[in-house]
């Protein structure tokens, strides 16, 4: 609740991305997750401000409190920002800290209408389109709501050049990508995304549809620092190794041109 309300108190100043990168990064004294999130942080934020002009357009989905939308702000002042995020409160937030952007109060997937979204009551975090619990329902703590459902194509017009967009659906980027393949073909943006596989998912079938999802639309897959380092792009077997289940899986990618 303390950090929610010091983030809050930062939140659309010029303290907002550094005091929230240091916060993630004194969670690393946890280790495990905690260190790999600071790791996945900091990538983003330096890959942004490698391919963002001052007039790029973003979109950030699952937004949150805005630590990416944050810098997306600073760094292109002259774009145009979306921002997609389900859970009202969040999106209020979002408006109020954020007013430049364009704040969407909807899920994303690869159809529009009304569906269930699995909200939990204390970390908005773990909430998600999909179930996280190893039994294939709700996490404890969690309850259903029906929530607006858009595509990123639909909501995307089809003459903003996109640069940059970046995904963390809690499992549900397989989807997200399906519906955002005619503007992933059209403007070949990077994509950060977080690669989380459900516990009930099938690790390879998910991987395999979410490489052909990218790769049809002309992008490559990178590990974060490999491509801020010059390192060559993963190749598909590559790709689908590292990710799955296991704790030394790796759930962050970038696509790009």
Same mark, same amino acid.
Request: aromatic residues 8%.
């Given at each position: ?28 004294? &946890? ?9 996945? &942080? ?9 391919v ?5 357009n ?15 702000? %600073? ?12 859970? @009202? ?6 408006? %109020? ?20 979204f ?5 970390s908005?975090?773990?909430s ?19 929530? !607006?459902? %858009? ?5 995307v ?8 967009? &970046?995904?963390d659906?809690m ?14 073909? %059209? ?16 690790? @390879?079938?998910?991987g ?23 390192r ?24 790009? !041109?």
């Amino acid at each position: 609740m303390l950090l929610a309300a010091i983030e809050d108190l930062v939140a659309g100043t010029r303290f907002d991305v550094p005091a929230r990168l240091g916060f993630a990064a004194l969670a690393t004294l &946890k280790g495990g997750h905690a260190s790999r999130s600071f790791r996945y &942080k900091r990538a983003g934020l330096a890959i942004m401000r490698r391919v963002l002009a001052p007039d790029s357009n973003t979109v950030d989905v699952g937004a949150h409190r805005g630590f990416y939308l944050a810098q997306a702000l %600073r760094l292109s002042p002259h774009g145009r920002h979306l921002a997609i995020e389900p859970i @009202r409160e969040l999106a209020a937030a979002l408006r %109020r800290h954020y007013p430049r952007a364009e704040v969407h109060a909807v899920a994303l997937a690869d159809r529009c209408g009304e569906v269930p979204f699995f909200r939990h009551a204390r970390s908005a975090g773990l909430s998600s389109l999909v179930g996280w619990d190893p039994r294939g329902g709700p996490l404890p703590g969690t309850r259903l709501e029906l929530v !607006p459902v %858009r595509t990123l194509d639909a909501l995307v017009p089809p003459d903003l050049p996109l640069r940059f967009l &970046k995904i963390d659906g809690m499992g549900a980027h397989d989807a997200i990508l399906s519906g955002a393949r005619a503007t992933l073909a %059209r403007w070949r943006p990077f994509v950060f995304f977080y690669h989380r596989v459900p516990p009930t998912a099938d690790a @390879r079938s998910l991987g395999e549809r979410v490489w052909a999802a990218l790769a049809e639309s002309g992008l490559r897959l990178s590990d974060p620092d490999d491509w801020l380092a010059g390192r060559p792009a993963l190749d598909r077997a590559g790709f689908l190794s590292c990710t799955g289940h296991g704790p030394d899986s790796a759930w962050c990618f970038l696509a790009h !041109p």
